[in-house]
């Protein structure tokens, strides 16, 4: 490989863990919102709770996003070097956006976003998977339905089994309780979201011949992808915090404990088969299911509108940006 190609490839590398690491810095709402919400860990201790867990889910659960991510959404003989930069650079720009004005939103659907955009202008439509990318979307809608869904579910068997118990011996169990999910939702998230980056990075290696034969996920891109990504939830997105954690819905810790641990379960059965889901929307789900159980008007729906539309707006924004960043890299002659 001459040096040109090399450096090329160091550079969308670390572009990557820097998307890795915004990826934590905006998802860090969704690891530590209601724990932190609920006063059960300060803020300082939450986010250093959860990093740890993210960094250690991908040595756990394996790398299954990972795999679908790097073969799953573009034709692999079509993927280029700069295609993937583009892409990178069209998902990097709305995550930090968003993390910027507050609204959580959903890092997977911005990276395939910007895959999909740069993927066009490259290559035209035949260049993408489309039922890799339908099977993708399917569940990202569903996420949080499946959330909401889990959520009223385990409030409601928790409602049951606690009925007799006096309110403040509940709020002290479930303390307790949050440290648990908290910790198993950072697991899941880990598990999900880092691994998009480790399947960006390796498929550019693939392409670029230092794989082999064969692609697969080397053991120092799922280190550092992990580190970055527990970095970043290590540095936060405090205002995402503040519209997942306060804005959205009032929790106490037993009404955290149910959202997180319908967060965990959805966002772990999802990756282990493989299937790259969005954190933000499972969690988002979650909490406005847990929030609904007590009465509807507990959930501020007017910032739920808002998150909605930042979703919607997403993988439009995230193409759009993508496929500017590969026309003028184009014009320079990069490509």
């Known amino acids: 490989m001459d040096p040109g190609h090399l450096s090329l490839v160091v550079v969308i590398v670390l572009f990557a863990l ?54 799953g959404i573009v034709d692999p003989a079509q993927v280029s070097e700069p295609m993937v930069l583009a892409a990178l650079i069209g998902a990097t720009v709305w995550t930090y956006l968003c993390t910027e004005f507050g609204l959580p939103i959903s890092v997977s659907h911005a990276l395939i976003g910007g895959l999909v955009g740069a993927a066009l202008v490259k290559a035209g439509p035949q260049s993408l998977i489309v039922e890799g990318i339908a099977w993708v979307t399917l569940f990202i809608v569903l996420s949080p339905v499946i959330g909401a869904f889990l959520g009223v579910f385990l409030m409601w068997a928790v409602f049951w089994l606690f009925r007799k118990w006096p309110v403040s011996r509940v709020d002290n169990v ?34 670029a011949g230092l794989l082999g034969e064969s692609f697969y996920v080397p053991v120092w891109v799922i280190v550092s992808a992990g580190a970055a990504i527990g ?36 966002l772990i059965g999802t990756a282990m088969a493989g299937i790259p889901v969005s954190t933000t929307h499972t969690i988002a789900g979650a909490i406005v299911g847990v ?38 890299m184009e014009l320079l002659g990069l490509v």
């Open 291 to 328: 929030g609904s159980t007590v009465r509807l008007s507990a959930v501020r729906w007017g910032v739920a509108g808002q998150i909605v539309w930042a979703w919607v707006l997403t993988i439009p924004a995230s193409a759009l940006v993508g496929a500017g960043a590969w026309e003028i």
């Open 174 to 207: 479930f303390r307790v309780g949050q440290l648990l999910s908290s910790a198993t939702f950072s697991l899941g998230h880990g598990t999900n979201d880092a691994q998009k980056t480790m399947g960006i990075i390796s498929l550019v290696l693939f392409k």
């Open 231 to 266: 970095l970043g939830t290590l540095v936060g997105g405090w205002r995402v915090v503040r519209t997942m954690g306060m804005r959205l819905t009032k929790l106490k810790p037993v009404g955290g404990f149910c959202a997180e641990t319908a967060g965990a379960a959805a």
């Open 18 to 71: 820097l998307f890795d690491f915004l990826n934590g810095m905006n998802d860090a709402a969704n690891a530590i919102a209601t724990v932190v919400s609920t006063r059960v860990l300060p803020p300082q201790l939450a986010v250093g709770w959860a990093s740890f867990f993210n960094f250690l889910a991908v040595f756990i659960f394996g790398v299954h996003v990972a795999t679908t991510i790097g073969k």
